[in-house]
């Protein structure tokens, strides 16, 4: 099956950092998504990002599908960003998740 | 509706006993997911259905978990004999294949 590897694990920052995940994976897909996960435990779509970039406010994404990877971009972060970040693929399957990045934001 | 509703909440459950979960798609989707959540971290697919049949079954335990989507009815996951190791929080999504999925706020099965 397809392989998700989220980068880095851990990120801690300072309120009004900027900061970029990333996510590799194993195969052609077409669908990706980002997703938060807050400290209640709720997730949150961020981007639905099989190709290209989009932006939503602080947060953009991009993911190059000929080179298998996304990019999750968080600028001016504020502690409500924290909590975890999670990639997720699929190719005609259900999503597969990665393993996510850990953020704390601290003021 | 506009959203993914799972109920209960929460759910505590004496090992052995029967848990069952409740998950409503929203309006328009095809499909159903069901994942199970146990390390912080960590998501494993159950199973998905298009409309009321089985789609991909592949991630689910076979002795004691089973799981429907009828029609005019709220989709379910059973555990018949729950173990500690199903302690889990246990998210829903619907969509439609190779399009936005839409998670569900949780329910999080306690096995005691």
């Known amino acids: 099956g397809i392989q998700v590897e989220q980068s880095p694990p851990d990120l801690i920052l300072q309120e009004g950092a900027n900061s970029t995940l990333r996510c590799n994976f194993s195969d052609s897909v077409n669908n990706l998504q980002w997703f938060h996960q807050n400290p209640w435990g709720q997730l949150i779509n961020l981007f639905y990002i099989p190709s290209g970039t989009k932006q939503n406010g602080r947060l953009s994404a991009t993911t190059v599908a000929t080179e298998r990877y996304s990019l999750l971009y968080i600028s001016s972060s504020q502690t409500t960003d924290s909590g975890v970040y999670f990639c997720a693929v699929g190719a005609g399957t259900a999503l597969i998740f990665g393993k996510g990045t850990t953020l704390s934001v601290s003021s | 509706g506009e959203e993914v509703a799972q109920t209960p909440k929460h759910l505590v459950r004496g090992e052995g006993q029967k848990a069952k979960l409740y998950c409503a798609p929203i309006?328009?989707?095809?499909?159903v997911f069901w994942y199970q959540q146990v390390l912080k971290n960590e998501f494993k697919f159950l199973i998905s259905?298009?409309?009321?049949?089985?789609?991909?079954e592949t991630g689910m335990p076979k002795e004691r978990f089973s799981a429907k989507c009828l029609p005019n009815s709220p989709c379910s996951l059973e555990i018949q004999a729950t173990k500690l190791e199903d302690s889990a929080v246990y998210f829903c999504?619907?969509?439609?294949?190779?399009?936005?999925?839409?998670f569900g706020q949780g329910t999080r099965l306690t096995v005691v």
């Open positions: 309006k328009g989707h095809s499909y």
């Open positions: 259905f298009q409309n009321e049949n089985v789609f991909d």
């Open positions: 999504a619907s969509g439609d294949m190779n399009t936005e999925a839409f």
